[in-house]
């Protein structure tokens, strides 16, 4: 989140251009007034035009006097009186009561006698003009100057709103791009990052419900495994195919045990049926299997197969220390990669396992030939299962498959 500032940028940046156009403005306005127009009232040009009104000036003047026969008291009643307009002022001078000066200025003929008069330009009207049109010059360099940079942000304003009605019709694919350094810049970066993290968000929980999938179709996966052993087992125990009393207890041991498998399974199904990272399934606090346990389930995994018409047996080559997995995720491992076996492996040629442990490292390899032109449905699930299981305590699957030969190695990592 943005820090507020003491002195906004963009109130600033606003004053900035408002004071340069004042002082352009101003500065347009000291050079009409002190310089344009007193250039033009004293230029060669203002003095012909002066010269040129100074004598229809005088001669206006003759003939109003003579016309209305005015005495020169009259006369001098209009001491400041213009013919035309405001161009020039006149005095004028009785000529007896100055003799010198009378000399330099225009005889103007009265009824009684004569005066002399004088004009000069009237500089304060066309400076006063001039100033009118100085100050409007002014004004209208000030307002080219501010009026364009308040619709620059008028129009920065209007394309974030823009922006924002894309948003929230449901682009959120558009990128907003921002440039600058004030505060609508700031706005736009972070109406972009609201929308990225939006998008992440969504991201997240669309992963989240992905993984719940995963989750819950490899647990209905992992569940037809034991449902499958139990009903081959209550198959059996139907039939009445056992030798003795001895071998329908071991069989009934075996269907409870994959009854209680599943109800496992299904309880872990439903604990994590809410939306949540697949990871939450691991458990953390599971007491690692001993190498012997792993062996005996390893053997019991041999006996199904043995059922199932397979000849597989399970070779140890060294004393087999803990490893670092829970038995219900370790069981889940043997069930699904098992049944791929029961489902694509050669009945017809033998089902090699190997337990090893020499290496510090318990490796658990499993060697079968494919049957020739296995049909089987696949879903897809065992083996990345497996994975996923595997790696949540450290240990790896490493599957290789060449000219009809199916090798599967577990390396298992070694209980601390």
Same mark, same amino acid.
């Given at each position: 989140?943005?820090?507020?500032?003491?002195?906004?940028?963009?109130?600033?940046? !606003?004053?900035?251009?408002?004071?340069?156009?004042?002082?352009?403005?101003?500065?347009?306005?000291?050079?009409?007034?002190?310089?344009?127009?007193?250039?033009?009232?004293?230029?060669? /040009?203002?003095?012909?035009?002066?010269?040129?009104? %100074?004598?229809?000036?005088?001669?206006?003047?003759?003939?109003?006097?003579?016309?209305?026969?005015?005495?020169?008291?009259?006369?001098?009643?209009?001491?400041?009186?213009?013919?035309?307009?405001?161009?020039?002022?006149?005095?004028?001078?009785?000529?007896?009561?100055?003799?010198?000066?009378?000399?330099?200025?225009?005889?103007?003929?009265?009824?009684?006698?004569?005066?002399?008069?004088?004009?000069?330009?009237?500089?304060?009207?066309?400076? /006063?003009?001039?100033?009118?049109?100085?100050?409007?010059?002014?004004?209208?360099? !000030?307002?080219?100057?501010?009026?364009?940079? *308040?619709?620059?942000? *008028?129009?920065?304003?209007?394309?974030?709103?823009?922006?924002?009605?894309?948003?929230?019709?449901?682009?959120?694919?558009? =990128?907003?791009?921002?440039?600058?350094?004030?505060?609508?810049?700031?706005?736009?970066?972070?109406?972009?990052?609201?929308?990225?993290?939006?998008? $992440?968000?969504?991201?997240?929980?669309?992963?989240?419900?992905?993984?719940?999938? /995963?989750? *819950?179709?490899?647990?209905?996966?992992?569940? /037809?495994?034991?449902?499958?052993?139990?009903?081959?087992?209550?198959?059996?125990?139907?039939?009445?195919?056992?030798?003795?009393?001895?071998?329908?207890?071991?069989?009934?041991?075996?269907?409870?045990?994959?009854?209680?498998?599943?109800?496992?399974?299904?309880?872990?199904?439903?604990?994590?049926?809410?939306?949540?990272? =697949?990871?939450?399934?691991?458990?953390?606090?599971?007491?690692?299997?001993?190498?012997?346990?792993? $062996?005996?389930?390893?053997?019991?995994?041999?006996?199904?197969?043995?059922?199932?018409? !397979?000849?597989?047996?399970? %070779?140890?080559?060294?004393? *087999?220390?803990?490893?670092?997995?829970?038995?219900?995720?370790?069981?889940?491992?043997?069930?699904?990669?098992?049944?791929?076996?029961?489902?694509?492996?050669?009945?017809?040629?033998?089902?090699?396992?190997?337990?090893?442990?020499?290496?510090?490292?318990?490796?658990?390899?499993?060697?079968?030939?494919?049957?020739?032109?296995?049909?089987?449905?696949?879903?897809?699930?065992?083996?990345?299962?497996?994975?996923?299981?595997?790696?949540?305590?450290?240990?790896?699957?490493?599957?290789? $498959?060449?000219?009809?030969?199916?090798?599967? =190695?577990?390396?298992?990592?070694?209980?601390?």
């Amino acid at each position: 989140m943005n820090k507020p500032r003491i002195v906004p940028r963009l109130g600033l940046k !606003f004053t900035l251009v408002a004071v340069a156009a004042l002082a352009l403005a101003l500065g347009v306005y000291i050079f009409l007034t002190d310089v344009v127009v007193d250039q033009l009232l004293h230029s060669e /040009r203002a003095a012909g035009f002066w010269s040129v009104r %100074e004598q229809a000036a005088l001669d206006s003047f003759q003939e109003y006097v003579t016309a209305h026969r005015l005495s020169t008291r009259q006369a001098m009643e209009y001491e400041y009186w213009t013919s035309s307009g405001r161009a020039l002022n006149m005095v004028l001078i009785l000529e007896e009561s100055d003799p010198e000066a009378a000399g330099d200025g225009r005889t103007i003929a009265c009824a009684d006698g004569q005066l002399s008069a004088y004009t000069f330009p009237a500089e304060g009207h066309y400076r /006063r003009l001039g100033a009118g049109i100085a100050l409007i010059s002014a004004v209208v360099c !000030f307002l080219l100057i501010l009026i364009p940079y *308040i619709y620059k942000l *008028i129009h920065r304003i209007t394309h974030l709103s823009r922006e924002m009605e894309i948003l929230a019709g449901g682009d959120l694919a558009y =990128e907003i791009a921002s440039p600058g350094r004030d505060e609508l810049a700031d706005l736009g970066r972070d109406i972009e990052g609201m929308r990225r993290s939006v998008l $992440e968000q969504i991201s997240r929980e669309n992963e989240a419900v992905l993984a719940n999938s /995963r989750l *819950i179709t490899s647990l209905s996966h992992d569940l /037809r495994t034991p449902l499958t052993k139990l009903t081959g087992y209550l198959e059996i125990l139907r039939l009445g195919k056992y030798a003795d009393q001895a071998e329908h207890d071991a069989y009934l041991e075996r269907a409870m045990d994959n009854a209680r498998q599943m109800h496992t399974l299904s309880d872990e199904m439903f604990r994590h049926f809410q939306v949540q990272p =697949e990871e939450a399934v691991a458990h953390p606090d599971a007491p690692p299997v001993s190498g012997q346990r792993l $062996e005996q389930m390893l053997a019991d995994q041999c006996r199904d197969l043995r059922a199932a018409g !397979f000849d597989a047996a399970a %070779e140890t080559a060294a004393d *087999i220390g803990p490893v670092a997995i829970g038995e219900r995720d370790l069981r889940r491992v043997l069930d699904n990669l098992f049944s791929n076996i029961t489902k694509y492996a050669d009945p017809a040629q033998p089902v090699q396992l190997r337990l090893d442990g020499g290496s510090g490292a318990p490796t658990l390899t499993v060697t079968n030939r494919v049957l020739p032109g296995a049909d089987a449905p696949s879903s897809g699930i065992g083996l990345p299962t497996v994975r996923k299981l595997l790696s949540r305590s450290g240990a790896a699957l490493e599957v290789r $498959e060449t000219e009809g030969t199916f090798r599967a =190695e577990i390396r298992f990592r070694p209980a601390q």
